[in-house]
C-alpha cells in the first residue's frame, strides 16, 4: 500500500530564505507526483506536476524533483516570501491506478515571517 | 480557467440531519468529479470517482448509503451525507477533471466545505 511522508510537518523561516520541503512514497511505480498548495479552509493549487519519467520540473521561484527509485521528491523554494505561506502537499498516483486516485501526504506547514 | 466552486463553504447541522454540498465546474464541462475528505491534521483521502451520467465509484471503507453522489451532469457534481454524525464532521474537497480544461491528469480543486456536525 502506497504511503506518502512529508518532513517536516511544520516549518517557519525568515522572509529570503532558501528552503526545501521533502516527501517521500514507499512505493516507486508512480505514474506521477504533485505538489499542491492549500491555504487556510481553501482547496488546493497545483504547483507541479512531475511525470515518472521526468527529474524535475520548475516553475518560478518553485524547482521540484523526484528520484523515483529511491521514492524521494523535494520541492525547492528560492527567496522565500510571506506570501509562500501556506500548506504544502505532495501526492502520488500509483502506475496502474486510476486518475482520481491520488495519494496525499499530511503536509508541510510552512511559515514565512517577514 | 478552469475554476470549480463548491458551496456552502462551511455548514453546521444537527445529528441525524442530511447535508447536501454542491461542486461545480464555472468554466469547463467536467466529465470526472471527485471528493476527498480531510481530517484536521490529516491527509486528504479519496472517498469516490463520479462519471457524469454514471454510478459513483467509491473507495474502501466508504458506505455509499451514506455519502450520496449525483453527478447529473458536466458542470454538476453533489455529494449528500445523509443521517450524519459528530464523526463525519470534516472538511470535504472535489476536484473535476476534462479534456476541456486541459490534461485528464490535472485535477482541478474546489476551495472546499467544512461541516460541523453536532
Known amino acids: 500500500k502506497q504511503e506518502v511522508t512529508q518532513i517536516p510537518a511544520a516549518l517557519s523561516v525568515p522572509e529570503g530564505e532558501n528552503l526545501v520541503l521533502n516527501c517521500s512514497f514507499t512505493d516507486s511505480a508512480i505514474y506521477n507526483l504533485q505538489w499542491f498548495r492549500q491555504d487556510p479552509g481553501k482547496g488546493l493549487t497545483s504547483l507541479l506536476l512531475i511525470q515518472s519519467s521526468q527529474r524535475e520540473q520548475t516553475s518560478g521561484r518553485l524547482n521540484a524533483s523526484l528520484d523515483k527509485s529511491s521514492g524521494r521528491s523535494t520541492l525547492y523554494i528560492a527567496a522565500s516570501q510571506p506570501g509562500d505561506s501556506a500548506t504544502y502537499l505532495c501526492?502520488?498516483?500509483?502506475?496502474?491506478?486510476?486518475?482520481?486516485?491520488?495519494?496525499f501526504g499530511k503536509g508541510t506547514k510552512l511559515s514565512v515571517k517577514p | 480557467g478552469a475554476v470549480v466552486s463548491q458551496h456552502p463553504s462551511w455548514v453546521i447541522c444537527k445529528s441525524g440531519t442530511s447535508v447536501k454540498i454542491e461542486c461545480r465546474s464555472l468554466?469547463?464541462?467536467?466529465?470526472?468529479m471527485f471528493w476527498y475528505r480531510q481530517f484536521p491534521k490529516q491527509s486528504l483521502m479519496l472517498m469516490a470517482t463520479s462519471n457524469e451520467g454514471s454510478k459513483a465509484t467509491y473507495e474502501q471503507g466508504v458506505e455509499k448509503d451514506k455519502f450520496l453522489i449525483n453527478h447529473a451532469s458536466l458542470t454538476l457534481s453533489t455529494l449528500t451525507v445523509t443521517s450524519a454524525h459528530p464523526e463525519d464532521s470534516s472538511f470535504y474537497i472535489c476536484?473535476?477533471?476534462?479534456?476541456?480544461?486541459?490534461?485528464?491528469?490535472?485535477?482541478?480543486f474546489g476551495p472546499g466545505t467544512r461541516l460541523t456536525v453536532l
Open positions: 501526492a502520488v498516483t500509483n502506475y496502474g491506478g486510476s486518475q482520481g486516485n491520488l495519494i
Open positions: 468554466d469547463f464541462q467536467a466529465t470526472t
Open positions: 476536484s473535476a477533471s476534462s479534456w476541456s480544461a486541459g490534461r485528464t491528469d490535472t485535477q482541478y
